[in-house]
Nanobody
């Protein structure tokens, strides 16, 4: 059974940083591309960042580019999202997702096979 467990969310002030983690089990972690998505209240889920299978390629949404870094540890079976200079508009539930798509980094939900439940990030001004 595939399980993706996110952690690291919380309530912070604008300008603070958070490091989100997603630990995977039940699948061959190294075989997957990984992504982070977020969903704010009343809005559709949106792409945040992705990292390819080899770890050498990353992609970011314009909203977080320059403020966030996605990384992965195949040994720990974990994907990370370091978020800096947080803004109130970053408030959302952040979910990780695993993809076997031939083409990665397009930010499309349909490319992803497995999803975590998410971790809440709340940024106050």
């Amino acid at each position: 059974q595939v399980q993706l467990a996110e952690s690291g969310g919380g309530s912070v002030q604008a300008g603070d940083s958070l490091r989100l983690s997603c630990v995977a089990s039940g699948l061959l972690f190294a075989n997957y591309h990984w992504g982070w998505f977020r969903q704010a209240p009343g809005k559709e889920r949106e792409f945040v960042a992705a990292i390819n299978r080899g770890g050498g390629g990353t992609a970011y949404s314009d909203s977080v580019k320059g403020r966030s870094i996605i990384s992965r540890s195949n040994l720990q079976k974990t994907v990370f999202l370091q978020m800096n200079s947080l803004k109130p508009e970053d408030t959302a539930v952040y979910s990780c997702a695993a993809s076997t798509s031939v083409i990665w980094g397009r930010g499309r939900e349909v490319d992803y096979n497995y999803w975590g439940q998410g971790t809440q990030v709340t940024v106050s001004s």
